[in-house]
């Protein structure tokens, strides 16, 4: 899968050092199986389960973006200076992964110029963070499981994301607002999560650490859930549709659960959504005639100008 548009990193390059073997005690198969009870749970919060259905406002999208960037800023911040310790120089990849810069583009979209003054960390973002910064300071080699936590994640189902936001929040096809999900020096993102893990497997961690990383691996995910927890109650508590958008659906499902149709429930074809209002009059027997007589109209117009 290709994440981004540049070409700065080679995918061949990477590959050399790939790994087709794994081996139970190695760190990226300890991380992943040791975090798949995690990565469950975190799929199936409500707010990463009502996001992939598209249920996300605008609002909720900007906060979000507001606790992702007040991570990475710190992670980015104790990788860089912590650079030089043994257990982060494998794994130190600021051109490919790091989020700050792309964050930032992301919320002066939202928020303008003055986007600084007008974010705060919220409750939850801000324990995030006090763990990184604590961690960075006392035990730098378990950021390795903040990294992995972060990054392996987005470059894999935050690819999918990205789509979902983009259309959910009818943003520019340009890739204004979601620059966060877009790897430019990342040409290949497979290929790029083996050399990780290769990178990973390399680390000379005792088996005491190695249990280390994966137990904070599961306290990030942990963290990532309570943002999570706090984005979904601020967005139930927000109107519905504040982004004025229409809602995402393709026609199939339920309709009552369209919200436009909801709001006239009871008045058929009058509902404000163009979708399932357009659906509603073609079903009435006076329209329906009305377009075969068009049609006929039209056939007949095309076929005397043509002959
Ligand atoms: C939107 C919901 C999510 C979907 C659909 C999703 C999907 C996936 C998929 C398909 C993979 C496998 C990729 C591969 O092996 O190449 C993966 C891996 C991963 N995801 Fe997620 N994910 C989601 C949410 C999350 C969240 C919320 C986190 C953490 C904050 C996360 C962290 C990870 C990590 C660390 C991996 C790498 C696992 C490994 O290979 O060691 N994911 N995800």
Known sequence: MSVGTGDSADAGLYGAEEEDVCRPTDLSELLKEGTKESHNRAENTKFVRDFLKGRIQRETFKLATAALYFTYSALEEEL???????????LYFPQELHRKEALER?????????????????????????????????????LVAHAYTRYMGDLSGGQILRKVAQRALHLPPTGEGIQFYVFDNVTNA??????????????????????????????????????????DKIGTA???????????????????????YAAQQGVPGASGCPFHAA??????????????????????????YLM
């Open 279 to 304: 659906m509603a009059l073609a079903r009435l027997p006076h329209v329906q005639a009305l377009i075969a007589a068009g049609v006929t109209a039209m056939v007949a117009f095309l076929a005397w």
């Open 106 to 142: 992301d919320l002066c979209y939202f928020y303008g110029d003055a986007w600084a003054e007008a974010i705060q960390c919220s409750g939850a973002t801000e324990a995030y963070v006090r763990r990184i910064r604590h961690l960075g300071r006392t035990r730098p080699e378990l």
């Open 190 to 231: 497979q290929q790029f999560k083996q050399l990780y893990r290769a990178r990973l497997n390399a680390l000379d961690l005792d088996p005491e650490t190695k249990e280390s990383v994966v137990q904070e691996a599961n306290h990030a995910f942990q963290f990532n859930m309570q943002v999570f927890e706090e984005l």
């Open 80 to 90: 860089e200076r912590n650079k030089e310790e043994p257990a982060i120089v494998p």
């Open 238 to 260: 927000l109107p519905e549709a504040q982004d004025g958008g229409l809602p995402v659906h393709d026609g199939k499902g339920d309709i009552r659960k369209c919200p436009y």
